[in-house]
């Protein structure tokens, strides 16, 4: 999961640096285009999170415990609040670039 969360944040970066590269109004289309995109990523993770959350809670896990051995593969085990963090700042930073591209001259 925090892979997941780490490769879509890079990819909501390299998308929102499209906002203040291409600032011209010609290309207003493209700029819409590129807030979906941020958009659907971020709903796309959201959904993952909430199913991820869910199996973690269902297996007995709780907010504050490790998962149970051998739930996790590679050895990555992490707290369920602390993926919850990294799921509130990765959809902080999403709607932040979300509300930039509105600030793209017309």
């Not at 203040?20 to 290309?27: A, E, G, K, P, V």
């Not at 593969?73 to 602390?82: A, P, V």
């Not at 990294?86 to 017309?106: G, K, M, Y």
Request: proline residues 2%.
């Amino acid at each position: 999961m925090l892979r997941l969360l780490a490769f879509c944040t890079c990819l909501v970066r390299l998308l929102g640096a499209a906002f203040s590269t291409l600032r011209l109004s010609r290309y207003k289309e493209f700029i819409k285009q590129v807030r979906r995109t941020i958009r659907q990523t971020m709903q796309y993770v959201a959904d993952y999170w909430i199913m991820y959350k869910s199996h973690r809670l269902d297996c007995g896990d709780t907010l504050s415990s490790l998962p149970q051995e051998g739930g996790e593969e590679g050895g990555m085990r992490y707290l369920l609040n602390r993926l919850q963090v990294e799921f509130d700042q990765f959809v902080l930073r999403a709607t932040r670039w979300i509300l930039t591209a509105h600030n793209v001259p017309e």
